[in-house]
C-alpha cells in the first residue's frame, strides 16, 4: 500500500528564530487517522503546510501520492488530493452564503452550476446541515462555521484530510457532531488536536512533535507506568 505522504527528515525555521522542526518524518498511508500532538508553537502547523507546499522546508524530503515534492508546480496535485481545514474557519470561509463557499472549488475545477449544487446538497448531507445552502456565512455559529469549512473541503473529494484543531472552541454538542461526521468518512487524516478526548475516538495513531522530531508517545507512558 504506497503512502500518501512521507515526510522525510524536515528542517524549518522561521527568520530570526530557533528551528521549529528538526528532523522531522512521519509516514501517513490510506485510511490511516494519524493524529500529531505538541505544545503551542512546536510545529505542528508548520510541518502540515509544508506537506501541501504552502511552506518549503529548509532540507528535508517530502513525497506525496507517491511522487517526491520540491517546487510550487508540484504541490498543485497535492492541494488537490489533500483537502487542509484551517483552525479558524474565517480564514477559509469568503462568500456570502454557505451554497457559495462550498460550490467555489468545484466551479473552479470545471463543474457546471448544476454540478455543484449537487455537489453543495450532497457535501451538506454528509456534514448534518441540510438546508443550510442559502444561510449568509458570517451569521454562523462558530460550530457551523467549522462544519462549512469541512463541507468546502469534502466537496472537492480528497484523498486525505489535513484537519488542524477541529474542536478548538467547540462545544461538547457540536464536538461530537464532529466525531460522528469524521467517522463515517472514508478518507485518511492528519489531525492537530489538543483535545485527548477527541483523539481516542477519532485517530488511530498518535506522533508528538518534541524537540523539532515526532516520536511515538507510547512507549514513553508505558516506561512511566511501569516505574510507577
Avoid: W
Amino acid at each position: 500500500m504506497s503512502p500518501c505522504f512521507e515526510a522525510t527528515d524536515l528542517h524549518f525555521a522561521y527568520p530570526h528564530r530557533p528551528p521549529v522542526l528538526a528532523g522531522a518524518s512521519m509516514t501517513l498511508v490510506p485510511g490511516e487517522r494519524l493524529a500529531i500532538t505538541g505544545p503551542n508553537g512546536a510545529g505542528k502547523s508548520t510541518l502540515m503546510q509544508i506537506l501541501v507546499g504552502l511552506l518549503r522546508p529548509q532540507a528535508g524530503r517530502v513525497v506525496a501520492f507517491g511522487t517526491e515534492r520540491r517546487e510550487e508546480a508540484d504541490f498543485a496535485e497535492v492541494r488537490r488530493r489533500a483537502g487542509y481545514v484551517f483552525q479558524d474557519p474565517d480564514d477559509q470561509l469568503f462568500c456570502p452564503t454557505v451554497a457559495e463557499d462550498i460550490a467555489f472549488g468545484p466551479l473552479n475545477i470545471g463543474q457546471s452550476r448544476d454540478e455543484a449544487l449537487r455537489t453543495v446538497t450532497r457535501v451538506l448531507d454528509q456534514v448534518g446541515l441540510t438546508g443550510f445552502a442559502d444561510r449568509v456565512t458570517h451569521k454562523l455559529s462558530g460550530g457551523e462555521k467549522r462544519l462549512v469549512s469541512l463541507a468546502s473541503v469534502l466537496a472537492m473529494e480528497p484523498d486525505v484530510l489535513l484537519l488542524d484543531e477541529p474542536t478548538n472552541a467547540l462545544d461538547e454538542e457540536t464536538t461530537d457532531r464532529m466525531v460522528t461526521v469524521l467517522n463515517a468518512l472514508p478518507q485518511a487524516m492528519i489531525v492537530i488536536s489538543h483535545d485527548a478526548h477527541f483523539r481516542r475516538k477519532v485517530v488511530t495513531r498518535t506522533l508528538r512533535l518534541r524537540d523539532g522530531v515526532l516520536v511515538d508517545p507510547q512507549p514513553t507512558c508505558r516506561h512511566a507506568q511501569s516505574a510507577e
